[in-house]
């Protein structure tokens, strides 16, 4: 670009300036020249004939002036964030190319133009009003023009709660700021990333009732109500729903008829079972009454019975109307003729026909400890009598406490009950412990075994160990026997203990109040049967053993105990009160009368 360099250092002229007829020559508004003619009246300067920017006077003198911005403006405006923005305006007064500079402040935009209408584009961001400032520079001379930009930034804020509870309702509230109000939300990737349940409405409300459980991330975004309709969002939101909370209700309330759900006397339940289950249950009191393990009839309901659950003691015996307390039960002791008005019943078809009663009356599977407690309850109709299913139909149709498997265990606490006319086919009416490979050995405090068909109860230690504790209790009428050892293998282990019990016209073929069933290889010291202070009365035996009979390697130790009017009445029959074959026995102060047998061996 041709320009007057000589002329650069000029300061005044004496006679005129005079500018023509150069047709490569476009530069003319230099700071001297511009000096110059600053100084010089009109009739002394020429300026002709040039090329464009130097062609007349009045383009060097407005070249002179320096650049000038007109039109400065932004579009659109408001503005989205991170959405682009147009700058515009109109640039005179230079020759091009000038150069300029566009900037808020931060990050700014610099370059040249050759076009005397401006326009640059950059992208919106930060939020609220902001001042662009456009600055143009030309021939050593610069201009500024100003211009103002609403930025809309819309952020998502999430609510501060985040975990709701499955099956309860919810309601939450997402917010939103920085752009125009009213705001409409939705959920990135759509509401089936919710929980099943719960949906996010246009005006930010999450709400409904989840009904999954587990954590659940997700974004809400919002778009303003602006024309330029800004969209934002916030953080991942993470809601998280946990499991229904479970309210313990230590102790369930059961009322025969009753409809309510357990957690008092008003809303009393009639379903035991679902008591004992209940979550967070230690005890469960049981009004006077007529409990059945199930409603239903037919073949397969023979099969259901009542459970027993660790940690929970189960009372029955209370008043059957009012909001009784646990010191208004009143006694509860068989014993001393005082039973419960409490019954567990198996006699689930027709009334007095047992050949379609429940086959027990309680089933105790494995893992059951002493922290199971039954207390006050008659139980009665059980009828173990089908010799073609498990041992649990032909044996213990009061009770089956299951420990028969390696490593198990089913030992129970039971008091104040009283067993009576219930039968199997197979030994163990009332009560039968199934220690085969595992262990059975549950205690047994102030209990009455009643008319019984089918031996009391039956201690199966084969391979396994059997050691209940019986005390305070009575075995009155049973017929098959009060009680009957098997032990069939070595290395079992079979410790019966007696304290306190009467055995009174009991009936057998051997051992009409005991029978102690051991093999010969069992080792002694793992197999004793200790009796202290019980009496036997009145019972007999077809075979021998009017009371008791013991065969096989084990030990008796007997204290205190009294053997009266038994009788081994067979043929053949010996031993009235006691016959023995191969087992030690021990009797310390005890007292023998009234024993007979036809063969040998009255006492």
Request: glycine residues 14%.
């Amino acid at each position: 670009m041709p320009t007057l360099s000589g002329l650069e250092s000029l300061t005044s002229v004496v006679g005129d300036v005079v500018i023509q007829n150069n047709p490569q020559l476009s530069l003319c508004a230099t700071e001297s020249i511009c000096r110059l003619l600053t100084t010089l009246p009109a009739n002394r300067k020429t300026i002709s004939d040039n090329a464009p920017g130097c062609a007349t006077l009045a383009e060097v003198e407005a070249n002179c002036a320096g650049p000038a911005i007109t039109g400065f403006a932004a579009s659109p405006n408001p503005v989205c964030a991170g959405s682009s923005v147009s700058f515009t305006a109109t640039v005179s007064n230079v020759v091009t190319p000038y150069s300029f500079t566009l900037t808020n402040g931060s990050s700014p935009l610099s370059g040249t133009a050759n076009m005397s209408a401006f326009s640059q584009m950059l992208t919106a961001s930060g939020s609220g009003a902001q001042s662009f400032t456009l600055t143009v520079s030309a021939s050593g001379r610069s201009t500024t023009a100003i211009t103002s930009v609403t930025v809309n930034a819309v952020t998502v804020s999430n609510p501060t709660v985040s975990t709701a509870t499955q099956g309860q309702p919810f309601s939450q509230t997402f917010t939103a700021s920085g752009g125009a109000t009213p705001y409409r939300f939705r959920v990135e990737g759509g509401d089936s990333i919710l929980p099943t349940g719960l949906s996010l409405s246009t005006s930010g409300i999450l709400s409904g009732t989840p009904t999954q459980t587990g954590n659940f991330p997700f974004v809400v975004r919002a778009t303003d109500d602006a024309s330029a309709a800004c969209e934002g969002s916030g953080t991942t939101y993470t809601l998280r729903v946990n499991p229904p909370v479970v309210v313990s209700q230590p102790i369930r309330y059961v009322r025969q008829g009753g409809t309510g759900d357990g957690t008092s006397w008003a809303t009393a339940s009639g379903n035991l079972q679902s008591q004992i289950d209940a979550p967070g249950v230690e005890q469960v009191w049981v009004a006077a009454g007529l409990y059945k393990p199930t409603t239903t009839t037919g073949p397969n309901s023979r099969t259901i019975s009542f459970s027993m659950k660790n940690g929970v003691a189960i009372y029955g015996g209370f008043p059957a109307t009012g909001d009784p307390t646990f010191a208004q039960r009143g006694a509860v002791n068989p014993v001393t003729g005082q039973p419960s008005s409490s019954t567990l019943s198996g006699d689930i078809g027709t009334v007095g026909d047992n050949t379609d009663n429940t086959y027990n009356v309680i089933y105790n599977g494995p893992g059951l400890t002493l922290t199971a407690i039954l207390d006050g309850f008659v139980i009665t109709g059980g009828n173990a009598n089908n010799n073609q299913l498990n041992f649990g139909s032909r044996r213990g149709g009061g009770v089956y406490n299951d420990g028969g498997a390696i490593g198990q265990i089913c030992s129970p606490t039971i008091r104040n009950c009283l067993f009576q006319h219930n039968a199997a086919s197979n030994g163990g009416s009332a009560l039968y412990n199934d220690a085969s490979n595992g262990s059975a050995s549950p205690q047994l405090t102030n209990c009455v075994f009643e008319s019984n068909t089918g031996g009391a109860i039956f201690n199966n230690s084969d391979l396994g160990a059997s050691s209940p504790v019986i005390t305070n209790c009575s075995f009155l009428n049973n017929a098959g026997g009060g009680i009957y050892i098997n032990v069939v293998q070595e290395n079992t282990v079979s410790q019966l203990t007696l304290t306190g019990c009467l055995f009174k016209n009991n009936s057998a073929s051997e051992g009409g109040a005991i029978f102690g069933d051991y093999e010969i290889g069992a080792a002694q010291q793992n197999n004793i049967i200790r009796i202290t202070n019980c009496v036997f009365e009145g019972n007999s035996a077809s075979t021998g053993g009017g009371a008791v009979t013991g065969l096989g390697n084990n030990r008796y130790e007997v204290v205190g105990s009294t053997f009266r009017n038994n009788s081994a009445s067979g043929d053949k029959s010996s031993g009235g009160a006691i016959y023995s074959a191969d087992p030690t026995m021990t009797f310390t102060n005890c007292l023998f009368e009234g024993n007979s047998a036809t063969r040998s061996g009255g006492g």
